[in-house]
């Protein structure tokens, strides 16, 4: 049984003690993140978006205990949480319930499986409530959603972290698996613009290994996921369509004819969220540390590869001694507590393992580019900073990413174009040239830095009053809303088990 941290009729289970209505539930939304960071955050940023801009709604996030305090310091007070216990799955150790906690990379197929066994705690949290909810957001992974959403009379919009163009290369792909080409030439995707054409070496290695019986995430996605994200009433995009209304149409050729993307990003603007410079924000002090090269006007290139990203220490002496040799001063975030650099740092260089307030660091006047694995998110808070990318992408749809940043918008520079996880160790020279171009005043740097003032000021006046993600979130809700009376809930083609959400008024 799922437990709150706050009451009020539609969040708490104990339904009978708050006399819940309609109404009450009318205005309700429930939003079930992925327990990984990158796929988290967004949602609580979007939840705090809605607390702040639809005040009227009733907002819960359902979480499992060990990310309770994660959540909670990063939600406004008026957002619930109701806590779904995580369940026990061996070798998985106890109170590992996120993956940047796991102890080895091997036990993700695990923590998948074990994330698909919250089908039960969440349908008696559903069924806990006095009537349906107005709408579940969850995330793609969280396929049982769709199913419990779907028979507690609940629309469920999917989201899945990416933005529409990554999405849409990525079911593209899987639909019409890439033509055997000489390596290193590059080929049309179909369904996607005429200018979009890649190489076999930037399609994600998920997607290659989509119909592998022996892997297990690809297991665990056809066993798990299957048809329900085509299936949702919509999806929710962290983009802004600025950048990403080109690949709408190809996107939703996927979904069932009536969805919709509603792209609300950059949801962490979207909710008027900036850390604040305070001390238990910046443990490492890497924000004084900043204004220090400011003053000096001395500019930082800043690293970081994310919370999930494996780096070997071989990659991580490579990378320690081309930073050196590129003769610029660098702030860098390590996850590895084992690794020494082979070289000395000096005085040019900085080298944390805590947390770093990544968006304040990237907005400071000291830091002038990011070499980044690609993340959605982290491409998001380097664009809306105004800063370029050095594009180094190691998993899942980065690649993609790291292409869009470089080829399309023009904001960065990608280093060499190997995949690490296929073992390949990008030399010293390559990261020393690479961090150089993206540092470079000159004419290739100065265009970079263009593009990337550009995207800022496109995703700034994107949620701003009267901007398209502003208008857009404001829409959902009306949409939502004005079609809950109407929403029928009906099972259709039994042997294939489907799912119809359709509108009355339609």
């Not at 539609?10 to 539930?25: D, I, L, R």
């Not at 290695?205 to 299936?231: Q, Y």
Request: net charge negative.
């Amino acid at each position: 049984m799922a437990t709150t941290t706050s009451t009020n009729a539609c969040a708490t289970p104990n339904h009978g003690a708050n006399g819940g209505s309609n109404q009450s539930c009318r205005d309700h939304i429930i939003l079930f993140p992925f327990m990984a960071k990158g796929h988290t955050l967004p949602l609580l940023h979007f939840a705090t978006a809605l607390s702040v801009h639809q005040k009227n709604l009733l907002i819960t996030v359902v979480v499992t205990p060990a990310n309770l305090a994660f959540a909670r310091s990063r939600l406004p007070a008026s957002v619930n949480l109701a806590v779904l216990p995580f369940p026990s799955l061996p070798p998985l150790p106890s109170g590992v319930e996120s993956t940047d906690t796991l102890p080895a990379p091997a036990l993700y197929p695990t923590f998948l499986n074990a994330t698909a066994l919250l089908r039960e705690p969440f349908a008696e949290f559903m069924a806990s409530l006095p009537s349906p909810p107005l709408v579940l957001i969850s995330d793609f992974f969280l396929g049982f959603t769709h199913r419990v959403a779907a028979n507690a009379g609940v629309r469920r919009i999917v989201f899945h972290g990416m933005f529409c163009f990554s999405l849409a290369m990525c079911k593209s792909l899987i639909a019409s698996p890439p033509p055997s080409v000489e390596h290193g030439a590059s080929f049309h995707v179909a369904r996607m613009p005429e200018h979009v054409r890649i190489t076999a070496a930037e399609v994600p290695d998920t997607i290659a290994k989509i119909f592998d019986p022996e892997d297990p995430v690809s297991r665990f996605i056809i066993d798990h996921v299957g048809e329900s994200d085509e299936r949702s009433w919509g999806v929710l995009v962290n983009s802004f369509a600025t950048v990403d209304e080109d690949y709408v149409a190809a996107l939703m050729s996927f979904y069932q004819p009536d969805a919709r993307a509603w792209l609300v990003g950059p949801m962490f603007l979207a909710s008027g969220d900036m850390p604040e410079r305070e001390e238990e924000h910046d443990p490492e002090g890497c924000l004084p540390w900043l204004d220090e090269r400011a003053e000096q006007s001395e500019m930082v290139v800043y690293v970081s590869f994310g919370t999930q990203a494996y780096v070997s220490n071989e990659q991580l002496d490579e990378l320690a001694r081309g930073l050196v040799q590129s003769g610029h001063h660098f702030l860098w975030a390590v996850r590895s507590s084992a690794w020494s650099p082979p070289v000395d740092v000096g005085q040019r260089g900085r080298i944390v393992r805590g947390w770093v307030p990544q968006r304040s660091v990237l907005a400071h006047r000291a830091v002038g580019g990011f070499v980044s694995h690609c993340g959605w998110n982290s491409v998001m808070e380097s664009l809306a900073a105004g800063k370029p990318l050095l594009a180094w992408p190691f998993m899942a749809e980065q690649h993609l990413n790291a292409y869009h940043v470089a080829n399309i918008i023009g904001a960065g520079v990608r280093i060499v174009d190997v995949k690490v996880s296929g073992g390949a160790v990008v030399e010293r020279a390559e990261v020393e040239e690479k961090v150089r171009r993206l540092m470079n005043a000159g004419e290739e740097g100065w265009k970079m830095r263009e593009r990337a003032t550009w995207a800022q000021q496109a995703a700034k006046a994107a949620v701003s009053d009267g901007g398209t993600s502003r208008v857009a979130l404001m829409k959902l809700v009306e949409e939502l809303q004005r079609s809950y009376c109407d929403v029928i809930v009906g099972k259709q083609d039994h042997g294939a088990n489907r799912i119809i959400l359709t509108h009355a008024s339609a």
